[in-house]
C-alpha cells in the first residue's frame, strides 16, 4: 500500500503543464522504441525501459525518476533538466546527462 502511495505522489508530482505528444509516449511505452519522439516534460517514472530506443529523443524536462534505462539507445537525445533521480543509467547515457545538466543522484 505505502509503495502504491509513492508510485501516485511521484506520478502526479512529475505531471507537467507541457503538452506531449500522446502517440509517441504509448509508443514508446509499448514498443521501447521512439527515435527523434519529442518527449519533454513526459512522466517516465519507474518505467522500464531497459534496451529502448531513444535515439535523439527530447527528454527535456522529462521525469525519469527511478526509470530502467540501462541498455538504453539515448545517443542525440536531448536530456535538459531531465529528472533522473535514482535512475540505472549505462555509464556512457549518465556522463550525457551530466553534460547536458540533467538532475540527478549526487
Given at each position: 500500500?505505502?509503495?502504491?502511495?509513492?508510485?501516485?505522489t511521484l506520478l502526479f508530482s512529475s505531471l507537467s503543464c507541457q503538452a506531449i505528444d500522446v502517440y509517441?509516449?504509448?509508443?514508446?511505452?509499448?514498443n521501447r522504441t521512439c527515435p527523434q519522439c519529442d518527449l519533454?516534460?513526459?512522466p517516465l517514472t519507474m518505467v522500464n525501459?531497459?534496451?529502448?530506443?531513444?535515439?535523439?529523443?527530447?527528454l527535456?524536462?522529462?521525469n525519469l525518476m527511478y526509470a530502467d534505462l540501462t541498455g538504453a539507445k539515448m545517443q542525440g537525445a536531448i536530456m535538459l533538466k531531465a529528472n533522473m533521480r535514482g535512475a540505472k543509467l549505462d555509464p556512457q547515457a549518465r556522463k550525457m546527462a551530466i553534460e547536458q545538466h540533467a538532475i540527478l543522484d549526487k
Open positions: 500500500m505505502r509503495n502504491t502511495i509513492i508510485f501516485f509517441e509516449y504509448n509508443q514508446l511505452l509499448k519533454s516534460g513526459a525501459l531497459s534496451h529502448a530506443d531513444l535515439t535523439g529523443a527530447d527535456t524536462e522529462a
